[in-house]
Each structure stands twice: as structure tokens, then as C-alpha cells.
């Protein structure tokens, strides 16, 4: 496997199984910097969420993971994390599509159409988070893919340009440095503010499922505090954790 050493804080890897286990276990056996990054040009076990497999075609796309060291993070703040780096992200890839929205809990879409995902992965000492790994993927320059993933997009299908990868990853970790600082200096306000602003079906009234299947109809309104969403039903307001609600293939 080629390595090639970058600076002090990124490692970039030719092909790695994924780069969250690759960093975790560099981060077991080193004492990291805080913000080390891993990027890869391709993963064969890449990973999402609810244990989807990320699909990604060699050296097309921006898969990387990141190292964030926490001095005092409660347990109960998890997802505040999760919306400044769903915030960092938005942030850039905005500039470049403007239709650019935040499915909750962390994945950005162009439209109706799916162009990056996130999966943290946090180390818990009692109450406080010690450590997070951070896994984005990107989708940059890939133009095809799989049929079973009707709902995929890239920069390059939407833009019709090919993007610098480095420099996209510069952009990104900058804004994800700037809006931790905002976890760290306890501004929980805006930080929920302008992720609810920017989420996805905000508003709109569409079919959605909960975890047993049933299909009802609702409109996203917002977050509570610990994470959940929350959706004007027929029968009142009702807020959903992970995985208790499917969102719709179209809007």
C-alpha cells in the first residue's frame, strides 16, 4: 500500500479499508495532533449510515476521516457535534450548488439528490466525549453510478467541471475548524439555528414512513435538544429518533 505523508496532519492513502478504522487504529498506537487527517483515493469497506456500504469509484471522490480531540464535551451534546460538522459541510459545498441542503441527521443533498455523507464515531470517558472520528464522503467527480442508488449525485453531474480534491479538502477542514469553534465557545443558538434553516424538506409537507412501516403524512418543523426531528402530523407534533422515520425517495 503506497503512503504518502503530506504534512504533519494529513496522511493520504491510495486504498485503505476505510479510512475511520485506519485513523483509529493509527490513533491507538500514536499520539495524534489534533485535526489529523486520513483521505483516501479509494475504500473497499467504506461505510455510512444505518451500516450502508459507501460507494465510491477510485480517485473521483473525497473520502477522508478526522481526528477531533474534545477538552470537555458532555455525552449529552452528541449531537451538537453532528450539526457543526453537517454545518461545516454545508457550508462549502453551498458555494458550489446553492440547492445544497442538510438531511437530518447528517447528510447533504443537492436537491433531491444525495451528494455527501457523515458518520462520527465517538469515544466516550463517563460522561464526556473524549474523541471523535470524523468520516466524510463526498461525492466529487464520479458522474456514474449504481442503479440502486437512483438518488446519488456528484459536484461534477450538477457543476459539469471536474473539482480539485485537495483544494476542496482544504476548504472543508478550514470549515470545520470554524464551526467547532462555535461548539467551543458555547454558541448552541446559532449553531441550531442555521442547521434547522438548512434542512432538507424544511416546511414542506410529504409521505413518510416510521419504523413499522406505516406511511402518514408530515411536515418537518425542527429539532428538540437532543436531536430528535420533529414533524406536524395529523395527530399533533411528533418527534422521531434515528432510524425510527424514512424519508421519502422524492419529495
Request: contains cysteine.
Amino acid at each position: 500500500m503506497f503512503i504518502k505523508i503530506i504534512t504533519l496532519k494529513i496522511v493520504k492513502l491510495h486504498t485503505t479499508q476505510s479510512t475511520n478504522d485506519y485513523l483509529k487504529d493509527l490513533f491507538q498506537h500514536n499520539e495524534l495532533e489534533n485535526l489529523t487527517v486520513i483521505t483516501s483515493q479509494y475504500q473497499t469497506q467504506g461505510r455510512g449510515q444505518r451500516g450502508n456500504y459507501w460507494h465510491s469509484e477510485s480517485g473521483k471522490n473525497l473520502l477522508f476521516s478526522l481526528l477531533i480531540k474534545h477538552k470537555t464535551l458532555d455525552t449529552q451534546r452528541h449531537f451538537l457535534l453532528n450539526q457543526v460538522i453537517s454545518l461545516a459541510l454545508w457550508d462549502v459545498l453551498h458555494r458550489y450548488v446553492p440547492q445544497v441542503k442538510i438531511k437530518w441527521p447528517n447528510d447533504i443533498m443537492a436537491d433531491a439528490h444525495k451528494i455527501a455523507g457523515i458518520l462520527i464515531e465517538n469515544t466516550l470517558s463517563g460522561s464526556k466525549i473524549k474523541h471523535s472520528i470524523i468520516g466524510v464522503g463526498i461525492n466529487v467527480n464520479q458522474v456514474a453510478f449504481p442503479k440502486d442508488l437512483p438518488q446519488a449525485t456528484s459536484l461534477k453531474k450538477l457543476l459539469n467541471t471536474t473539482i480539485n480534491l485537495d483544494k476542496l479538502l482544504d476548504e472543508i477542514v478550514h470549515s470545520i475548524r470554524k464551526n467547532y469553534q462555535y461548539l467551543l465557545e458555547d454558541k448552541i443558538g446559532n449553531i441550531q439555528k442555521q442547521y434547522v434553516k438548512n434542512l432538507y424538506l424544511l416546511q414542506q409537507t410529504c409521505l413518510f414512513k416510521n419504523r413499522e412501516g406505516k406511511s402518514f403524512t408530515g411536515k418537518i418543523t425542527g429539532i428538540n435538544t437532543t436531536g430528535k426531528i420533529q414533524l406536524d402530523t395529523d395527530t399533533g407534533t411528533e418527534e422521531f429518533d434515528f432510524k425510527e422515520l424514512v424519508f421519502p425517495d422524492k419529495p
